[in-house]
Every structure is written in structure tokens, then in C-alpha cells.
């Protein structure tokens, strides 16, 4: 099946710094990748949509000068988290179209803020 | 508004069926999905359906879909060991292009 990568599955930063989390289709071209967060035993919620050469679209709530998100081509997509807190502390989750049926999801980037 | 439903936890016995229901709101509903989360991993397309169909069976899993009680359900037959994860209930409109939205997902057991 198509696989999605994303880097690195795991990063601990102190507060106030930058992260950014890669999630690439490797073996499909998406237009269309979406990044999730899940805190700990609840579900995914969706944080942005990100359409490959335009801007991302943001779900209410999520915001777009803190969560960067950059698609750049077709199998790369990536979200950098500016300035970070504890409270940004999260499992990030992304996933890539390739059907109109169906997403691809990665393995998730465990985040965690000192 | 857009709200999925699935009860939190689930113990069955290593070999007998398991049975997750799930409940939507959306009757724009267009695609139902079910998806596999083992800990720490990222999620696992089981299976999906359309939302003009009311059963699509694929191996072990067996999806019923009562679109007019707006009721989903996952079957895993002979459930083993490895079945042992967080199972998520979601839909979405139109295309994949669409959001996803997720349900709470309920932790399936499975005890010797």
C-alpha cells in the first residue's frame, strides 16, 4: 500500500525554540496532505489542510503564525512549530491523498516540549 | 455539526468476535472509515464504505452501515492478539480532499 514517512518520529526541544517535522509520500505524489494532533487517549484532530503550491488552510482554532506549514511539492509537505511550549507537547500526525477515498496516514511525531 | 461516537473500551476473549459500533451525525456523510492504531504508531486504514452501501466484508472485517440510523459497525472475526489496538471511527464528505473527522476511538482487549 502507499506508505508516508514522516522525520524524526520522536524530538525533545526546550521552550521557546522551533521544531519542524517533515512528512513525505514515498511512494505516491499527493496534492493534498493534512496534519493531525493527538494529545494522549483522544482522538485526532485535524489542524490544517495543506494543498501542494498554495497556502494552507487552517481549521478553526489552530494557529496559522505558530503552525507553519510549507508543501512544496508533491511528496513533501512539512510543520514547523514556532516558539514551542509544554502545552504544544503532542503526538503530530500526517496524512496524504491519493484516492478521493482514501488518506494515508504516517507513524506520527512525538513531540515533547521541556 | 459534524460529531462521531464510539464507546471508549472493548474486552473480548482471544478467538471470539468483536463488534465496534459507531454513531455519526453527518448525513452528508459520503465515505465511513475504519482505522487501526497500535500504541505509538500512526493509523492503519482497515477498510472504508460508501455511504450507498451496507455491508463490505474484507477477510476477518465485516463493515454493516445503517445510514438511516447513521450507525456503523466493525466486525473482527476470530479476533487475536494482534487485533489488540485503538480503533477509529471517521467519516468524510465529497473526496479525501475533504476533512476527516474522527471519532474517539475505542480501545479493543483481548484476554486469553
Known amino acids: 500500500g502507499a506508505v508516508v514517512s514522516q522525520h524524526p518520529s520522536r524530538v525533545i526541544c526546550k521552550s521557546g525554540t522551533s521544531v519542524k517535522i517533515e512528512c513525505r509520500s514515498l511512494d505516491f505524489q499527493a496534492t493534498t496532505m493534512f496534519w493531525y494532533r493527538q494529545f494522549p487517549k483522544q482522538s485526532l484532530m485535524l489542524m490544517a489542510t495543506?494543498?501542494?503550491?498554495?497556502?494552507?488552510?487552517?481549521e478553526q482554532g489552530v494557529e496559522k503564525d505558530k503552525f507553519l506549514i510549507n508543501h512544496a511539492s508533491l511528496t513533501l509537505s512539512t510543520l514547523t512549530v514556532t516558539s514551542a511550549h509544554p502545552e504544544d507537547s503532542s503526538f503530530y500526525i500526517c496524512?496524504?491523498?491519493?484516492?478521493?477515498?482514501?488518506?494515508?496516514f504516517g507513524p506520527g511525531t512525538r513531540l515533547l516540549v521541556l | 455539526g459534524e460529531d462521531v461516537e464510539q464507546s471508549l473500551f472493548l474486552s473480548v476473549r482471544e478467538g471470539d468476535s468483536s463488534v465496534i459500533n459507531c454513531t455519526y451525525t453527518d448525513s452528508s456523510s459520503t465515505y465511513l472509515y475504519w482505522y487501526k492504531q497500535e500504541p505509538g504508531a500512526g493509523l492503519q486504514l482497515l477498510t472504508y464504505i460508501f455511504s450507498n452501501m451496507d455491508m463490505k466484508q474484507d477477510q476477518r472485517l465485516t463493515v454493516l452501515l445503517n445510514k438511516k440510523d447513521k450507525h456503523l459497525s466493525l466486525r473482527i472475526a476470530d479476533t487475536q492478539t494482534g487485533d489488540s489496538a485503538i480503533y477509529f471511527c471517521a467519516e468524510s464528505r465529497y473526496s479525501s480532499a475533504s476533512k476527516i473527522i474522527f471519532g474517539s476511538g475505542t480501545r479493543l482487549s483481548i484476554r486469553p
Open positions: 496524512s496524504a491523498s491519493i484516492t478521493k477515498e482514501t488518506q494515508y
Open positions: 495543506s494543498n501542494e503550491g498554495s497556502k494552507a488552510t487552517y
